[in-house]
């Protein structure tokens, strides 16, 4: 499948809606624990064990990216908004399939593994193209896609409860919801396949640099660069202390409150994580398109520091004051959407367009990694806390002081951040006959 290039006079403003149909589909993922307790209920699992398909859809996510991020750049976004498609969709259909028999093994396989290859190739999809697209404001493009990964729970979370409403809450209920996700979202995958396009030229826009002007470098290159290991710290630490409450976020909020005189009530839990969703779509667009004003690594300094202020609020206030528990939270998670999206854009500035579709998918294992350590943080120190006798707040205490940590690692590590010498770039075109020919010359020598 070859990339279709743009006819002459096509709009580049069609391109976002053909990311955020791939990116509004796989973002469901950030609504599974809306499933985490019909399937504790259903077929008998803990809290660790009801996370397993999400961390390992997560952990897949940064492999496929990682080792399919060259592949995406050689044969374009369809060919990978098509892959994506067929395993995002199917995983689905496995877990349906998996939930009606009640062999969770099989959501574990459908959702985890092959609907997380889906996650994975349909992340980056759009990436590369849309900063070829949009050289003048990276920022903003890239902002745009992600914002739909962090805005698809806003839609499947209270469209995911209402369906366990409907069709019930047992093994087969949450069977048909499965199903009806897979099929529904294969067609709506197939409008980003069907209208994405790649630029004609290098300068597809009037007045714009050139999408290969700056320093570039490989993606083998890249990784050997200690600037590509900051991020993959900075990036790591940021996703781990704000998927940690995403993934636990309906039940995490129903147990800080639960010895308060303001408990929460399950459909409230799950407009709090749809409230989430939305302050993590929000962050997509709102600090990536300021990261084009005030810089990338301004931005990741309020993401780190500020961050690790929000969650110091919510250890100290404890199930005192509830708006201020949602408000920290909402400002944790904008800052987690911000810089999934505020990277790309970081990328093409360190290390140039020539591959950074494939130098953000091997970035991604740094979400791999968080996408274990965040949840098991929170969840295998709220098990412990509970088998001790504890309950409310202080089931994640702990868990809270250990994200301010990490965000101080990330903080110090995005500090260490400085341009790429010149030996990793590829040389211009000019340059590279230089060389040639002093090569050369000096073999004749």
């Known amino acids: 499948m070859s990339p279709p290039v743009a006819p002459a006079g096509w709009s580049r403003w069609l391109v976002p809606p053909a990311a955020l149909s791939v990116h509004l589909s796989i973002g469901q993922a950030y609504a599974w624990s809306v499933f985490k307790p019909p399937l504790e209920s259903a077929l008998g699992l803990s809290g660790t064990q009801s996370a397993l398909p999400f961390q390992l859809g997560i952990v897949m996510l940064g492999l496929s990216a990682a080792f399919g991020g060259t592949l995406v750049e050689r044969n374009g976004p369809r060919w990978a908004m098509t892959v994506a498609l067929i395993c995002f969709s199917s995983g689905f259909l496995l877990s349906a399939l998996g939930a009606a028999t009640e062999q969770y093994w099989l959501i574990v396989l459908g959702y985890g593994f092959v609907g997380g290859i889906g996650l994975g190739i349909g992340y980056i999809s759009p990436v590369s193209t849309l900063i070829k697209w949009f050289p003048d404001r990276p920022g903003m493009a890239t902002g745009i896609a992600i914002m739909g990964f962090g805005g698809g729970a806003l839609i499947a979370s209270p469209w995911s409860a209402q369906m366990l409403e409907s069709f019930g809450s047992d093994s087969s209920g949450i069977a048909l919801a499965f199903l009806v996700h897979g099929l529904s979202y294969a067609v709506f995958m197939t409008l980003g396949v069907l209208l994405v396009r790649v630029p004609r030229t290098e300068k597809p826009v009037a007045g714009a640099p050139s999408i290969t002007s700056g320093p570039q470098v490989t993606a083998r290159s890249a990784v050997r660069t200690p600037q590509f290991w900051c991020l993959w710290v900075v990036l790591c630490m940021n996703v781990t202390a704000g998927i940690g409450i995403l993934e636990k ?170 341009p790429v010498h010149s030996r990793h770039h590829i040389p211009a075109p000019r340059e590279a006959d230089d060389v040639a020919a002093r090569q050369q010359s000096a073999e004749s020598a």
């Open 249 to 418: 976020a309906a039940p995490m909020i129903t147990d800080f409150f639960k010895d308060s005189s303001t408990t929460v009530s399950a459909s409230a839990a799950a407009g709090f994580v749809a409230l989430l969703s939305a302050a993590n779509m929000a962050g997509r667009i709102g600090w990536s398109s300021t990261s084009d004003l005030i810089g990338r690594k301004n931005i990741y300094r309020v993401y780190l520091g500020v961050g690790a202020l929000m969650y110091l609020l919510i250890a100290l206030a404890g199930d005192s004051s509830k708006p201020l528990f949602v408000l920290c939270a909402l400002v944790i998670l904008s800052f987690y959407g911000g810089g999934f999206a505020t990277v790309p854009a970081y990328l093409k500035d360190l290390f140039g367009t020539h591959q950074v579709g494939a130098i953000h998918g091997r970035l991604l294992t740094a979400w791999s990694t968080a996408g274990v350590l965040g949840p098991l943080i929170v969840n295998w120190i709220a098990d412990r806390q509970e088998e001790a006798g504890k309950s409310g707040s202080s089931l994640y205490t702990l868990s809270l002081f250990i994200m301010i940590g990490l965000l101080a690692i990330g903080f110090v590590a995005n500090e260490l951040v400085r």
